[in-house]
């Protein structure tokens, strides 16, 4: 094959991003003032304003949702704007999503310094995190019933609210291309809000939000082929024994809201017993945190080795008082810690079996709609999303090819008609941005682009 001037493209952009000398930002300010984030306790120089506080969704009730906000590195101005939502349902888009993936920091192993995420994805756009509904993270609201009656209609609406009250603090951004991003538990929260958008923009007859397109990654998007899909990965990667199997495959039937008979439900246990407690399913080929791994000491630090116990340092971090004052957090002084996924909102009622009908939705309405898969992911696996996706029954547009990051294979694509694009990243697990933030990146970078992933 012949070279790639994308890729190359690519690899010299994020070189001159990475690169880019530290320079304190002048001049006009914008966005809300009192939210302004001057410095987080050891953070390191950086080059960008970003911003953390909270937005009212309900006055009446006291409910508010947490963000935190980091302008693009460079060009911030012409960059677009990207919502990162995590999933859970539960688990916080702050917590997870910016401080251990995509964001611009990572937390040492001393809980007590930020070192730089050199592919975090305010290179590549303008990244907003939003930790929804109440009670997830440092969201909160003063009426308890609150986190007994969240489900994903009331969160796709609160969500909306928030943007549309977010966007009057940050009018600059009003008219930006935007985009919705996420993972797991947000393959329902991304399709749900965008639906919303694209409601309220034809009932208005105008563009409130400017929409352009959306990016799932290992996400939960139709419950029959993502459970079935779950055990096929376990068999195919030789996590569970061949009669198992046999066993799921002879007595199981996934379909929603079907009593499942007490052989599927043995077989079903039998699979959790000989997987769940030696490894980590999110990850399968990942080492898992250890006690002899956790340290209060310094260690040397290298984005490209997963550090299986980072959510621990996190954790350790945003608990600490003078972290929670510079991020403009827990302002109420909640009763509880911050927590990755919380323990406080009740069992989650309302959930689809399916989005995939907002997903046509979408393709017919001429947003981008990108699904990706890390490999190694035996939760929500790539087994689960292909199957999902061939319900949808589109014919093939690009046919499955590899795609290129460095010389090296970052992974599969296809695109179907109607301009779906599913991608899998190699060697990636439920969170991609972890475990191959270099290919994340660059997924993230030719998805807002609208460009074809590199061949070689």
């Known amino acids: 094959m012949g070279r790639?001037?994308?890729?190359?493209?690519?690899?010299?952009?994020?070189?001159?991003?990475?690169?880019?000398?530290?320079?304190?930002?002048h001049g006009k300010k914008q966005g809300d003032e009192k939210d302004l984030i001057k410095r987080l306790p050891g953070q390191p120089p950086i080059e960008f304003n970003h911003y953390g506080g909270y937005v009212t969704?309900?006055?009446?009730?006291?409910?508010?949702?947490?963000?935190?906000?980091?302008?693009?590195?460079?060009?911030?101005?012409?960059?677009?704007?990207?919502?990162w939502l995590n999933g859970g349902p539960g688990c916080s888009s702050f917590g997870i999503g910016a401080m251990q993936e995509l964001g611009p920091f990572r937390v040492h192993s001393d809980?007590?310094?930020?070192?730089?995420?050199?592919?975090?994805?305010?290179?590549?756009?303008?990244?907003?995190?939003?930790?929804?509904?109440?009670?997830?993270?440092f969201s909160y609201s003063n009426t308890t019933a609150d986190y007994r009656t969240n489900g994903d209609s009331k969160t796709a609406e609160d969500n909306y609210v928030f943007l549309l009250n977010w966007l009057e603090r940050f009018p600059?951004?009003?008219?930006?291309?935007?985009?919705?991003?996420?993972?797991?538990?947000?393959?329902?929260?991304v399709p749900q809000l965008a639906h919303n958008i694209l409601f309220n923009n034809k009932k208005a007859n105008k563009t409130i939000i400017?929409?352009?397109?959306?990016?799932?990654?290992?996400?939960?998007?139709?419950?029959?082929?993502?459970?079935?899909?779950?055990?096929?990965?376990?068999?195919?990667?030789a996590l569970i024994s061949q009669e198992t199997w046999y066993a799921i495959q002879k007595y199981c039937d996934f379909l929603p809201n079907v009593t499942q008979v007490s052989q599927c439900k043995s077989a079903k246990l039998d699979a959790e017993n000989e997987v769940f407690p030696h490894i980590d399913i999110y990850d399968i080929y990942a080492p898992r945190c250890l006690s002899f791994n956790l340290t209060s000491r310094l260690k040397k630090t290298n984005i490209m080795e997963l550090d299986p116990c980072g959510e621990y340092y996190v954790h350790a971090y945003l608990?600490?008082?003078?972290?929670?004052?510079?991020?403009?957090?827990?302002?109420?002084?909640?009763?509880?810690?911050?927590?990755?996924?919380?323990?406080?909102?009740?069992?989650?009622?309302?959930?689809?079996?399916?989005?995939?009908?907002?997903?046509?939705?979408?393709?017919?309405?001429?947003?981008?709609?990108?699904?990706?898969?890390?490999?190694?992911?035996?939760?929500?696996p790539v087994t689960s999303t292909q199957r999902s996706l061939s319900k949808m029954g589109l014919p093939t547009k690009s046919p499955w090819r590899p795609w290129f990051l460095g010389g090296e294979v970052g992974g599969y694509v296809q695109v179907y008609e109607g301009d779906l694009t599913f991608a899998t990243v190699r060697g990636a697990g439920h969170k991609v941005p972890i475990s191959r933030p270099g290919r994340a990146l660059s997924l993230i970078f030719h998805f807002l682009a609208g460009s074809l992933l590199p061949y070689k």
């Open 4 to 25: 790639n001037p994308k890729g190359r493209s690519f690899l010299l952009l994020l070189s001159l991003c990475v690169l880019s000398s530290l320079v304190p930002i």
């Open 111 to 137: 809980r007590k310094t930020l070192y730089r995420n050199k592919f975090a994805w305010n290179i590549a756009a303008n990244v907003l995190f939003l930790e929804s509904p109440a009670g997830v993270g």
């Open 210 to 237: 400017n929409l352009k397109g959306i990016i799932i990654g290992n996400a939960a998007i139709n419950s029959e082929t993502d459970e079935r899909g779950m055990y096929e990965y376990f068999a195919t990667h």
């Open 172 to 189: 600059e951004y009003k008219n930006r291309d935007f985009f919705i991003s996420g993972e797991s538990y947000a393959g329902h929260y």
């Open 319 to 380: 608990n600490r008082e003078d972290v929670q004052e510079a991020l403009h957090a827990n302002v109420t002084k909640l009763d509880h810690d911050w927590e990755e996924c919380s323990e406080v909102i009740h069992p989650w009622g309302d959930s689809p079996p399916t989005v995939l009908p907002l997903l046509q939705e979408f393709m017919s309405n001429g947003l981008r709609v990108w699904v990706y898969s890390g490999d190694t992911d035996g939760r929500l």
């Open 57 to 83: 969704i309900d006055e009446s009730v006291g409910r508010a949702f947490y963000y935190y906000f980091a302008e693009a590195r460079q060009n911030k101005d012409s960059m677009p704007l990207l919502l």
